[in-house]
């Protein structure tokens, strides 16, 4: 079935260590996009790669990167995370921007 | 900012009665919206969408009601299933080129046997 994968599932990392979350999709859709949700809160968009055109949220820290180097992989660099990165970080895709976007099963991230 | 927002934080109901889940959104130039159920520890699961030229839109028990003049949506479930418990938002496409969705703020549905 087509799908949007993300892995890990659940990523432990230290106060300031870089990690990377990865995200790939089999649906050939154009748009990837990156949110942030935290305990009893909405998804939070942090980005989103319109096919290669990178598209950054104006409240999106600095210390969060992505990168798309083809259609099916996204990937989402946290540089230096802090104790207030723990959340739950979605991946979705849509075929265009105004389309509905399927979402992958989250990376539970906890920093310690 | 304008932001899509839900009027109640949460909702509990007995098996087999029917839902209504409410959403309130401020951008009139708003043209898809979209329902979306996340279970505990999973991410969020497409359930109904509408446009904005339509005012209902039906699917496998649940329907989906858009009231442009009061902007207004609602989600309902009929013969509440115990299933059915998970979080629900409404989220919106405003109609401005490279905008992505945003979500309202979410029910918390609960379903007792």
């Known amino acids: 079935d087509a799908m949007v994968i993300q892995n890990p599932r659940y990523q432990v990392t230290q106060f300031g260590k870089p990690v990377t979350l990865s995200c790939s999709q089999t649906l050939n859709h154009n748009v990837m996009y990156w949110y942030q949700q935290k305990s009893s809160q909405a998804p939070k968009l942090l980005f989103h790669?319109?096919?290669?055109?990178?598209?950054n949220e104006a409240d999106t820290p600095d210390n969060f990167q992505s990168r798309r180097p083809n259609t099916s992989f996204c990937f989402l660099d946290i540089r230096s995370p802090g104790l207030g990165d723990a959340a739950m970080y979605l991946c979705a895709t849509s075929w265009d921007r105004g389309y509905e976007q399927y979402f992958g099963p989250g990376t539970r991230l906890t920093v310690t | 900012g304008e932001s899509v927002g839900l009027h109640l934080p949460t909702l509990s109901v007995q098996e087999g009665d029917n839902s209504i889940i409410n959403c309130a959104y401020s951008n009139s130039a708003s043209d898809y919206f979209i329902w979306y159920k996340q279970e505990s520890g999973k991410g969020p699961q497409f359930i109904i969408d509408?446009?904005?030229?339509?005012d209902k839109r039906q699917g496998q028990r649940v329907t989906v009601l858009l009231n442009k003049t009061v902007k207004h949506l609602s989600l309902q479930i009929a013969a509440t299933q115990p299933g059915d418990s998970a979080v629900y938002f409404c989220?919106?496409?405003?109609?401005?080129?490279?905008?992505?969705?945003?979500f309202g703020k979410g029910t918390t549905l609960s379903v007792s046997s």
């Open positions: 989220a919106e496409t405003p109609n401005q080129a490279g905008t992505a969705l945003i």
């Open positions: 509408i446009r904005s030229n339509m």
């Open positions: 790669y319109y096919d290669k055109d990178f598209n």
